[in-house]
């Protein structure tokens, strides 16, 4: 399939993201499905497969070519298995715990876990030190190179006070913004922007190179704009992507598939994950029909040829009436004219979502509707 060209490019060896850079909420309240729906979804850690899990549908095919990213998924099932609600919040690193290897000793003992390939338990068991360090969710490329900024940079440029003041409850708009004016926006802090959020160090660092194929702009700049979103337009207190990103843990906000009100929706709904290796290929190829589509951001990735193929073959895999749903975060994609007949967009959906979502890399959230 012309989507797995990415393939080609980037390292599929390692975990590339821990947890999930885009909101659940917005994700699930766009995809608006009935009960008993069959849905698809990119996996990248698993996350937003699992809170679509609340939309009570039939089941879930969640694809991915990282046999890592998989991996993800396959241990957060057990553990929403074998951990309360609590264990699983600190074995994932969203509060802090001096029990974590306790906590990743009984996930690892799940059925889930011991039925999979020798492997697969090796490659858990490598990186056993990190999760008791960081929890599961700490581990990936992305968010370590978000512990860089956190460890090593941004001590340098605002105190322990500056940045927990940020996430202070209860501010006006007016508020969120003077702060960020007068007090966040310092020179230290418009060039650790610069350099730490340039398209080299997020491609060495962060993202992979290859991901900034079809890109255009200054990355530094994207980010400079999508940061006032969250700190401004947002409530921070609120934001737990932020909070991670500024800090390395959640506090009390909390990503969708996470929360309490959540957990044991997801635990007992578990079964109807379907879950392939590959690209989308894996669903599309097979002659079943999706209801729904969760497909993160993978057409930024493609040229825009290659992009046009792949979205036909999205919607030729798609019920009349079901959604895609995907983000864009620096390289514009949007239904192309060739399927345009097709499909509906849906702008009533997207500017709520837009203004709501609290993953704020993103430049752009795209829903558009399959037609009769």
């Known amino acids: 399939m012309a989507e797995s060209e990415i393939a080609g490019k980037a390292s599929f060896e390692a975990i590339r993201y821990a947890q999930l850079w885009e909101d659940a909420d917005v994700l699930t309240a766009a995809l608006g499905t009935p009960p008993g729906a069959t849905l698809v979804s990119i996996c990248s850690a698993g996350d937003n497969a699992l809170a679509m899990l609340t939309l009570d549908p039939k089941r879930v095919v969640v694809v991915d070519l990282s046999p890592a990213q998989i991996a993800c998924l396959r241990i957060r099932i057990a553990a929403y298995r074998r951990l309360d609600h609590a264990g699983f919040l600190e074995l994932m690193g969203s509060r ?49 190179y978000f512990r860089v900024m956190q460890r ?59 991901f900034f194929d079809h890109v255009e702009g200054s990355v530094a700049d994207h980010v400079a704009r999508r940061i006032r979103h969250a700190a401004v337009d947002l409530d921070p207190a609120l934001n737990p992507y932020l909070r991670w990103i500024l800090t390395g843990s959640h506090g009390e906000a909390l990503p ?94 997207e500017a709520p979502g837009k203004a709501a979502d609290k993953a704020f890399f993103y430049s752009d959230f795209v829903v558009e509707e399959v037609q009769a």
């Open 256 to 349: 969708m598939a996470w929360r309490a009100e959540h957990y044991e929706t997801i635990r007992s709904r578990l079964d109807r994950l379907d879950i392939r290796q590959g690209s989308l290929e894996a669903f599309v190829s097979t002659g079943e029909k999706a209801d729904g589509f969760n497909l993160s951001d993978i057409f930024e990735y493609m040229n825009p040829q290659v992009f046009e193929t792949v979205y036909g073959s999205v919607v030729a895999a798609a019920h009349p009436g079901a959604r895609l749903v995907y983000w864009n975060m620096m390289a514009p994609r949007r239904l192309p004219p060739a399927h345009a007949d097709r499909m509906l967009p849906r702008p009533d959906l």
């Open 96 to 144: 802090p715990s001096d029990q974590r290897g306790d906590l990743l000793d009984r996930v690892m003992q799940d059925g889930v876990m011991q039925d999979l390939p020798e492997a697969e338990h090796a490659f858990w068991t490598a990186r056993r030190d990190d999760i008791i360090a960081h929890g599961l969710g700490g581990i990936g490329k992305f968010e370590r």
């Open 152 to 210: 090593y940079l941004l001590p340098l440029v605002h105190s322990r006070e500056t940045i927990a003041a940020i996430f202070q409850p209860g501010k006006s708009r007016r508020e969120r913004e003077r702060f960020l004016d007068t007090r966040w926006n310092s020179w230290r802090w418009n060039l650790l922007l610069r350099g730490f959020f340039s398209r080299f160090t997020m491609g060495r660092l962060g993202r992979d190179p290859a």
